[in-house]
């Protein structure tokens, strides 16, 4: 993927559609609080360890979880990091599965932790309560439960959701609740509820408010765990305070324009579709997604998916993902797009993926 990400990372006309990062607009207050940060030159001092006061408020009220210990994080991906060195050690086993976000895995073996990768890709395209008990064993530690899950889109009925945090708790399992997505999601259900004292929560503002660039998420859980964890975090001087600003203000306003990027990337998806729908043999396994992106299976057009992802790259500008990047097993069936973005350059998905696909069936 170096070679793609220098590619795409050179060029202004890129349809990027392969990272799942939110292109849509959002409220000019977020680009001010950036303005005025810089200006008053604060990031010449580290800022507070923990997080800017307002920002751990802010992300308490958008949980509903007044009274949650919290650590703000360089993105959710630092504080999945942190987690993983610290609540998976060596010869302990984490329920996941396969697709999945498979960065955490690669987190969590790195500290020589097991990971199950149960298969979930057909069915109701999420952890099976039987599978999951199957895969319990002395050594298990947690069940990685990416809601709305990426790459696929589905997401967990709040029955579900309980049955998981009931499991956990017959266990003394931790649930690591990585909720990146909820936003795009309706109906959302924290495993919070459920499990408070077993849950651990993944946050990030990379996703929903559009602030991939800048790192910012938080670690949400008990206080006692939270207090324990921030001795081990890589960072003990914050994080970018420039970032914290912009979250904040994202925050502030996002009950103002969340709702019209949600609808903008129901609208997108209904435009995939019909696009998907006029290649034979391609379909779409989860429709409509809870997230941001999903996946277009390919696997009986007889065409791989990278080379799916290199001719829309390199012949039409738009950059999509082959699944091999979120699926051991099943990463050679399908593609990962996302949708956060303009119409326009969704439409221009739509326009060359049906010709792409023909060109390259013809070619086999």
Not at 28 to 56: C, F, M, T, V, W
Not at 134 to 145: D, G
Not at 157 to 163: D, G, I, L, Q
Not at 348 to 353: C, I, L
Request: aromatic share 8%.
């Amino acid at each position: 993927m170096s070679k793609a990400f220098a590619y795409v990372h050179g060029r202004d006309d890129i349809v990027w559609m392969a990272q799942n990062t939110n292109h849509l607009p959002t409220h000019p207050a977020i680009e001010q609080a950036i303005r005025d940060s810089a200006a008053s030159h604060e990031y010449n001092k580290y800022p507070l360890a923990r997080g800017l006061p307002r920002l751990r408020e802010l992300i308490r009220e958008d949980l509903g979880l007044p009274d949650a210990g919290m650590h703000i994080t360089n993105g959710g991906t630092e504080a999945l990091y942190c987690l993983m060195r610290y609540l998976q050690p060596p010869g302990s086993r984490m329920i996941t599965s396969d697709p999945s976000y498979f960065i955490i895995h690669k987190f969590a073996k790195l500290g020589g932790a097991e990971c199950t990768d149960l298969p979930i890709y057909g069915g109701s395209y999420r952890f099976e309560l039987d599978a999951v008990k199957a895969a319990i064993t002395p050594e298990t530690k947690s069940i990685l439960l990416i809601d709305p899950l990426n790459p696929l889109g589905s997401t967990y009925p709040r029955e579900e959701v309980r049955a998981l945090c009931e499991l956990a708790a017959e266990h003394d399992l931790w649930i690591i609740d990585d909720i990146t997505y909820r936003d795009f999601a309706p109906g959302h259900t924290l495993a919070t509820e459920f499990a408070p004292e077993r849950t651990i929560i993944a946050y990030s503002v990379s996703k929903n408010c559009g602030l991939a660039g800048l790192r910012v998420g938080a670690l949400v859980g008990p206080q006692e765990f939270i207090d324990d964890i921030a001795s081990h975090m890589v960072s003990d001087l914050g994080t970018s305070i420039v970032g914290q600003r912009a979250a904040i203000a994202a925050l502030e306003t996002k009950a103002e324009w969340l709702p019209g990027n949600v609808k903008t990337c129901r609208h997108n998806q209904a435009i995939i579709k019909a696009a998907v729908d006029e290649v034979g043999g391609a379909h779409l396994p989860v429709y409509p997604s809870a997230a941001n992106m999903m996946v277009i299976d390919i696997a009986e057009c007889d065409v791989s998916p990278q080379a799916v992802q290199d001719a829309l790259l390199y012949d039409h500008q738009v950059f999509v993902r082959a699944g091999n990047y979120v699926s051991e097993r099943f990463g050679d069936r399908f593609v990962r797009i996302s949708f956060s973005l303009p119409t326009p350059e969704v439409k221009q998905f739509a326009e060359h993926f049906p010709r792409v696909m023909e060109q390259l069936c013809d070619s086999a």
